[in-house]
T-cell receptor, first 111, second 116 residues
Framework: AQSVTQLDSQVPVFEEAPVELRCNYS??????LFWYVQYPNQGLQLLLK??????LVKGINGFEAEFNKSQTSFHLRKPSVHISDTAEYFC?????????FGAGTTVTVRA | DGGITQSPKYLFRKEGQNVTLSCEQN?????MYWYRQDPGQGLRLIYY???????QKGDIAEGYSVSREKKESFPLTVTSAQKNPTAFYLC???????????????FGAGSRLTVL
């Protein structure tokens, strides 16, 4: 069975502060990992993905994520957030047969 | 510009009525998907389709129906059998094989259904 756990449902953060969103997964086979972002009342957009190779993946809008196989984690980070980063963030895991999404983390950036 | 168009954006339904949500893509993608989004539950797969005239049930297909008569269109009908239909519905598409690991999903802007 495959599952995705996003450890924080809500993350408030001040503008220009760093943020980390945590994602853990379980799978019996090799996986591909994704982070998607959803702005209010919109669909999801891809932030970044890990397929293979370097465990540090850089995405759009200054986000990056690190794949840790031993910890089965794929945490998302940004060193300095903007008001426009206020959104819901979804971690997703795929194993060629199934794509599973986490429950989402709502990031609220305050001035 | 290529993308996915969902309509209507907002829809209200009385109990006992069927409603159909439209999803059209001009990306020439083979696979199309319908997800339901509820607060705190992430995205749950309703149906998906790999090719025209073929579709498969997802995790929560009960009370929903779909068709795939054209490659670019994948409408979803929420039937009166769906007991709790109020939700945000997202259509998506991808190239190649459905759920093939490296495939990235492209999403529409969603349709919000409210049952009165």
């Amino acid at each position: 069975a495959q599952s995705v756990t996003q450890l924080d449902s809500q993350v408030p953060v001040f503008e220009e502060a760093p943020v980390e969103l945590r994602c853990n997964y379980s799978s019996s086979v090799s996986v591909y990992l994704f982070w998607y972002v959803q702005y209010p009342n919109q669909g999801l957009q891809l932030l970044l993905k890990y397929l293979s190779g370097s465990t540090l993946v850089k995405g759009i809008n200054g986000f990056e994520a690190e794949f840790n196989k031993s910890q089965t984690s794929f945490h998302l980070r940004k060193p300095s957030v903007h008001i426009s980063d206020t959104a819901e963030y979804f971690c997703a895991v795929s194993n060629d047969y199934k794509l599973s999404f986490g429950a989402g983390t709502t990031v609220t950036v305050r001035a | 510009d290529g993308g996915i168009t969902q309509s209507p954006k907002y829809l209200f339904r009385k109990e006992g009525q069927n409603v159909t949500l439209s999803c059209e893509q001009n990306l020439n993608h083979d696979a199309m998907y319908w997800y339901r989004q509820d607060p705190g539950q992430g995205l749950r797969l309703i149906y998906y389709s790999q090719i025209v005239n073929d579709f498969q049930k997802g995790d929560i297909a009960e009370g929903y129906s779909v068709s795939r008569e054209k490659k670019e269109s994948f409408p979803l009908t929420v039937t009166s059998a769906q007991k709790n239909p109020t939700a945000f519905y997202l259509c998506a598409s991808s190239t190649g094989q459905a759920f093939s690991g490296a495939n990235v999903l492209t999403f529409g802007a969603g349709s919000r259904l409210t049952v009165l």
